[in-house]
């Protein structure tokens, strides 16, 4: 995979990110669709801590040190543990487009980069450097698809429409 490509979306990811998520109100990402789902405010979140402690960490310790251990994450209790419901939304969100626009800068600056190098994940195996760019940018594009359902489901909800003509979620 061309990494140039990869880095280039995910800046141009921090446009789509910033465009779908900014100026909600409260009510809107405070939304959960069922109790044990997330809503927006805990996806940002999550992008804010995966931005700086799991992707950037991870292609930066590959290329540079890819023998180290990695600093362990736990994304899924992170929601809980770092009270992910308490933070302010609007806050979380711009530190989470700093963070991206940090990642491009020092990604776009990186020479003769090493993307085969390869760490050796306790659970997954043999993961390289550019798996791991790839890695970020599929992230990305689910959580794209995810903030999408989110708020298709809101409006759908809270529209009172039957919104059928426009066909259906799959």
Not at 13 to 34: A, G, H, Q
Request: net charge negative.
């Amino acid at each position: 995979m061309n990494t140039k490509y990869i880095i280039e979306e995910l800046k141009r990811n921090k446009i789509v990110f910033n465009d779908i998520l900014e100026n909600l109100e409260k009510e809107v990402y405070l939304w959960k669709p069922s109790p044990e789902k997330w809503c927006m405010l805990e996806v940002v979140c999550h992008l804010y801590d995966e931005e700086r402690e799991d992707f950037r960490a991870r292609v930066k310790l590959t290329l540079e040190n890819p023998e180290m251990p990695a600093n362990p994450i736990d994304p899924v209790s992170w929601v809980n543990s770092r009270k992910y419901i308490e933070q302010d939304y609007n806050n979380v969100l711009q530190r989470f487009l700093l963070e991206r626009d940090i990642s491009v800068a020092w990604l776009n600056d990186l020479k003769n980069a090493k993307w085969d190098n390869v760490y050796k994940h306790p659970l997954l195996g043999d993961i390289t450097a550019e798996m791991f760019l790839s890695g970020w940018l599929a992230h990305d594009y689910l959580h794209i698809k995810q903030i999408t359902k989110i708020k298709y489901d809101y409006f759908k909800e809270m529209s009172g429409d039957k919104i059928f003509y426009a066909g259906e979620w799959k």
